[in-house]
């Protein structure tokens, strides 16, 4: 009789125990599936605007890119130019505000999404952890290339930088050798290189970030039968991708590369976008934004990608300038900066609310 009420009371507590939790499973399962079947899912209209938003985010992107390279038709943007720093400064202003206002949240909402696991998705920062790394990683990336192109990078042979500078006889290292006849005129030339290999070198990496974080959005975007998101993101992506392309123009016409060079990145950069929302649209039936191995892949690479753009806004562009002789030579030059770097930032938070 005894074993009979323990089994009973055994009994009770388990139907009790999956009384409280099976209602909590089903609805957070409940939430996860609303979050991608409810509102305003159109799959044959968000089509139609996915379409509309490759061809005009290829468009701006490619405007935004090119915009620098073509300076020496447009004079008052060439690098030495002072409208060409505070139109940098305002990109930059765009790269920054996209790091913190949009990559970093939409990995908080990734990682902490109710459909994943409590452990460990919401018991550590992953979020913040990642972007952390992801900075040190920068650095060390900045680091290591910098002294690798200096021994390397240089053609003591030809002068300059990949042999592309020798010209008006400069001999580049070469004129060291001279008896020590030429070592000021040398010091000078090492630094141009020097200045020219860290611009290379900023341009590769801010490639790097931009396109990791661009075929995120772009796959997002193809993947997602939302209209009311699609319509509102086109407006905000189309403003990010011209800015966000000034400021990598920018570097890129810094870099003083070729003309192969300067197109490869130029392609690059206008494409990764639509080619993320192509191939979004061709996962759409099988691409779950809301399945938790989609929410830690997209988190994970939000995170890395923001990690990058704060530290190169801030570190490679933002400060390189502020703290260089141009900015610091002129108060009036670096306050109108600043405010460009201000309206840039804000510009970009305000687009947060749509996107």
């Known amino acids: 009789m005894a074993s ?13 125990n999956l009384s409280f939790t099976l209602p909590t499973t089903t609805l957070a399962q409940q939430q996860c599936d609303s979050a991608s079947t409810g509102g305003c899912h159109d799959k044959a209209k968000s089509l139609q605007l996915k379409l509309i938003a490759i061809f005009s985010i290829l468009m701006a992107s490619m405007i935004g890119v090119c915009l620098p390279l073509f300076s020496r038709r447009i004079p008052a943007l060439m690098p030495d130019r002072d409208l060409f720093v505070v139109v940098k400064a305002f990109a930059s202003g765009v790269i920054l505000a996209t790091g913190y206002m949009h990559v970093l ?8 999404s109710n459909c994943l696991p409590m452990n460990p998705w919401k018991k550590f920062p992953f979020t913040t952890f990642v972007a952390m790394l992801s900075a040190i990683l920068t650095l060390m990336t900045d680091s290591f290339a910098m002294s690798f192109f ?10 300059g930088v990949d042999g592309e500078k020798e010209k008006n006889g400069e001999r580049g290292l070469g004129c060291i050798e001279n008896g020590g ?12 290189d020097s200045m020219l290999l860290r611009n290379r070198v900023v341009a590769q990496v801010l490639e790097i970030g931009i396109v ?57 950069f206008s494409t990764t976008t639509p080619f993320g929302i192509v191939l979004g649209i061709g996962l759409s039936n099988v691409y779950s934004d809301r399945s938790p191995t989609a929410l830690i892949v997209v988190g994970l690479l ?10 190169m806004a801030l570190v490679d562009l933002l400060a390189a300038d502020f703290m ?20 840039g930032a804000g510009g970009m938070s305000v687009m947060a609310k749509w996107a």
Request: charged share 15%.
């Open 105 to 112: 949240p939409d990995s908080f909402n990734a990682l902490m």
């Open 181 to 192: 006849l030429h070592v000021g005129h040398c010091d000078e030339f090492n630094d141009k």
């Open 212 to 268: 990791v974080h661009s075929v995120v959005i772009g796959v997002s975007m193809g993947a997602s039968s939302n209209q009311c998101t699609i319509r509102p993101l086109i407006a905000a992506l189309c403003f990010h991708q011209l800015f966000e392309g000034m400021g990598l123009g920018g570097c890129i016409l810094q870099a003083e590369y070729g003309m192969k060079t300067k197109a490869i990145l130029v392609l690059f």
């Open 324 to 343: 260089g002789p141009k900015l610091q030579g002129s108060m009036r030059l670096q306050a109108w900066s600043y405010i460009a770097v201000l309206l």
């Open 150 to 159: 200096k021994k390397h990078g240089i053609n003591r042979k030809g002068g």
């Open 4 to 16: 009979i009420t323990k089994i009973k009371a055994i009994t009770i507590s388990l139907i009790l």
């Open 302 to 311: 939000n995170a890395s990608s923001a990690g990058l753009l704060n530290y």
